[in-house]
């Protein structure tokens, strides 16, 4: 007698079914639409946004890319010495004021004085809660011609961005921040020139994991009946999903809670008495709010403090000062009931360390902001 088959519970991620590839194309178009794609190719790549940035700079070291990189936190600089040790000649820029925003004048001058044929910037900062002036740094771009490389990650659904009116080549599209998605894919939007401005070493035929081209010969340029590789089933149902949900909610829509929630934020904390990171709403990240902690207060103590409330604030990344604080207000919390929260547990934390703030207008200070959408 054979043994009974073993019985096992149900499970919706390890059950789920298999993706299929006609969805993944629509998903594709699907995402493209709500960056404004048109005519451009929207590669979903099968790896967090982190690897599809990495392929971008391999291959963009392929051909040898003169490029100017704007590093405004670690993502940029990681993204140079990608670029030149696969080949590119590299010039970082950094901002004048650590982990600030980058001034168009000197992207302009760069361009005009140097011998470049590629820009490659970071849209909005996670890291560090700003955002770069994507619209006017494009425009000195495409004066110049160089390809662009934007790394979109911490702005899709955060901030506005419309690929095609910005005259952007090449933008990296991650889906776990501003769309409150998956973070094990991600997604390349991609025309003509950013084709071209790629390439893969001589020789080079296998199966890469960090190629755009690759992705390009084995799935965009083919009829799209076979997902290349093994489909990463979970995160695509997951993207799907997300994607749904910005769709439903409409991708305006959603940037203007972001943009609504940093607004408010920015004014919010400059009422209770402290300094926001970013100089001006309009260079302040929809994701996040980076504020300085007056000096001499300790912010290990600040954010576990803060933390005991169940706030969401922690210390900034990368190349900004140590009293540097986020108070994040990505996705659901793009909201003024965890704004609130978060604004009463750092007023109480910084209370009871003896600094003084006023909650009261800080409150009314939020309050002032449109929150009916
Ligand atoms: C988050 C982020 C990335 C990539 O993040 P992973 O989650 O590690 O893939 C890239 N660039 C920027 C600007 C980001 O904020």
């Given at each position: 007698?054979s ?14 079914p298999?993706f299929p ?25 099968p ?50 004021r ?13 361009l ?20 770069n002036?994507l ?50 894919v ?8 950013g ?12 199966l ?19 997902i ?13 999903e ?55 207060v ?56 003896g ?10 200070a ?8």
């Open positions: 007698m043994n009974p088959a073993p019985t096992r519970r149900w499970s919706p991620v390890l059950d789920a298999s590839a006609s969805r993944l194309d629509a998903l594709a178009t699907r995402i493209g639409r709500l960056v404004g794609a048109d005519g451009q190719d929207t590669v979903i790549v790896g967090e946004a982190i690897v599809a940035l990495e392929a971008v700079a391999l291959e963009l070291g392929h051909k040898r890319q003169r490029v100017l990189n704007l590093a405004t936190s670690h993502y940029g600089l990681l993204f140079d010495e990608w670029l030149r040790r696969n080949g590119a000649s590299v010039t970082t820029i950094e901002p004048t650590r982990g600030g925003a980058i001034d168009p004048a000197v992207v302009e001058a760069a005009r004085d140097g011998d470049f044929t590629a820009l490659s910037l970071v849209h909005g900062e996670g890291a560090t809660g700003i955002v002036p619209k006017r740094l494009l425009a000195i771009a495409s004066a110049s011609g160089v390809v662009t490389l934007v790394d979109a990650v911490a702005s899709v659904g955060a901030e506005p961005i419309d690929v095609t009116a910005l005259g952007a080549d090449i933008v990296v599209v991650g889906p776990q921040k501003g769309w409150a998605g998956p973070s094990g991600s997604a390349v939007v991609i025309g003509e020139r084709w071209a401005a790629l390439e893969r070493p001589a020789g080079a035929t296998s890469s994991s960090v190629s755009l081209l690759d992705l390009r010969r084995d799935w965009i340029d083919t009829d799209r009946t076979v290349p590789g093994t489909p990463l089933t979970l995160e695509l149902w997951a993207l799907d997300a994607v749904s949900r910005v769709e439903a909610e409409g991708p305006d829509a959603l940037v203007t809670r972001h943009r609504t929630a940093a607004g408010a934020t920015w004014q919010a904390i400059r009422a209770l008495g402290l300094e926001p990171w970013a100089a001006d709403v309009a260079s302040a990240s929809g994701l996040v709010t980076g504020l300085l902690l007056p000096d001499g300790d912010r290990a103590a600040i954010l576990t403090a803060t933390a005991r409330y169940g706030a969401a604030l922690t210390a900034g990344v990368g190349p900004v000062p140590a009293n540097h604080v986020r108070l994040n207000h990505t996705g659901a919390r793009a909201a003024f009931g965890p704004i609130v929260a978060d604004l009463a547990a750092l007023a109480s934390a910084l209370t009871a360390a600094v003084r703030v006023d909650i009261a207008a800080s409150i009314a939020l309050s002032e902001a449109d929150w009916s959408h």
